[in-house]
C-alpha cells in the first residue's frame, strides 16, 4: 500500500542554520503531498502542500518540491528561528473506497526539530 | 470559537472505565476524523466520517465506538481500554471527503486528547 518515509529526528540546529528533512514515497496513484506542523501542545497544522509533479509549495520560508522521479518531497528552508522548533510530518493523499469515496492522508513518523539559539 | 476543538485535553482511566472524547468544528465542515498519534510510529487514521455517514473504518478494534450525531461534532466511546491504547487521540475536519475538489484533502487538526490508561 502507500506509505511516507521520513528521516529520523530528532535534528537540531543552531538558528540561522539550513534545514533540510528527507520525506520520500510510495504511491499506486497520482497523490498530493503535504508538510504539516506540530508545535508543542498544539495540533497538527499544515505548512505546504503540492499536487502534482514538478509543483513548489512554499510557505514561512520553508519550501518542497515534489519530485516524481525520486518520489521525494524533502522540506527545506535557508535560515530556521528557534520559533520553528517543532515536530514536521510529511504525508500523501490517497482515495479509497468505491470510486474513491474516502479522501485521507496517511503520514510519516514526524521528525522532531530543535532550533537552539 | 473557532477551528477544530477537543474536549477533554488530558484523560486517565482505568482498563474497566468507560468515558467519551468530544471533538466539535466551528469551520463548516462536512467530514470528520479520528487519528491515534504513537510515540514513534506514523499517525495511524482510526475513523473517517463525511456528512455524518461513517466512510472509513480502519480495523480499529470494537473498544472504540465512535459517533457522530451531526457535520460539527464527533465523539469516540471508550470501554475496556488497554494500556497499549494510551496515546494522542487527535480529531480532523475537511470540506469533504469524496470529492475531487482541491480542499477536500486538506485537513484542519484539533490540539488533541491526550489518553492514559491504567
Known amino acids: 500500500g502507500d506509505s511516507v518515509t521520513q528521516m529520523e529526528g530528532p535534528v537540531t540546529l543552531s538558528e540561522e542554520a539550513f534545514l533540510t528533512i528527507n520525506c520520500t514515497y510510495t504511491a499506486t496513484g497520482y497523490p498530493s503531498l503535504f508538510w504539516y506542523v506540530q508545535y508543542p501542545g498544539e495540533g497538527l497544522q499544515l505548512l505546504l502542500k503540492a499536487t502534482k509533479a514538478d509543483d513548489k509549495g512554499s510557505n514561512k520560508g520553508f519550501e518542497a518540491t515534489y519530485r516524481k522521479e525520486t518520489t521525494s518531497f524533502h522540506l527545506e528552508k535557508g535560515s530556521v528561528q528557534v520559533s520553528d522548533s517543532a515536530v514536521y510530518f510529511c504525508?500523501?493523499?490517497?482515495?479509497?473506497?468505491?470510486?474513491?469515496?474516502?479522501?485521507?492522508?496517511?503520514f510519516g513518523t514526524g521528525t522532531l526539530l530543535a532550533v537552539q539559539p | 470559537e473557532t477551528g477544530v476543538t477537543q474536549t477533554p485535553r488530558h484523560l486517565v482511566m482505568g482498563m474497566t472505565n468507560k468515558k467519551s472524547l468530544k471533538c466539535e468544528q466551528h469551520l463548516g465542515h462536512n467530514a470528520m476524523y479520528w487519528y491515534k498519534q504513537s510515540a514513534k510510529k506514523p499517525l495511524e487514521l482510526m475513523f473517517v466520517y463525511n456528512f455524518k455517514e461513517q466512510t472509513e473504518n480502519n480495523s480499529v478494534p470494537s473498544r472504540f465506538s465512535p459517533e457522530c450525531p451531526n457535520s460539527s461534532h464527533l465523539f469516540l466511546h471508550l470501554h475496556t481500554l488497554q494500556p497499549e491504547d494510551s496515546a494522542l487521540y487527535l480529531c480532523a475536519s475537511s470540506p469533504m471527503a469524496g470529492t475531487g475538489a482541491l480542499g477536500a484533502n486538506v485537513l484542519t487538526f484539533g490540539a488533541g486528547s491526550r489518553l492514559t490508561v491504567l
Open positions: 504525508a500523501l493523499s490517497d482515495w479509497s473506497g468505491e470510486g474513491g469515496a474516502t479522501n485521507k492522508l496517511i
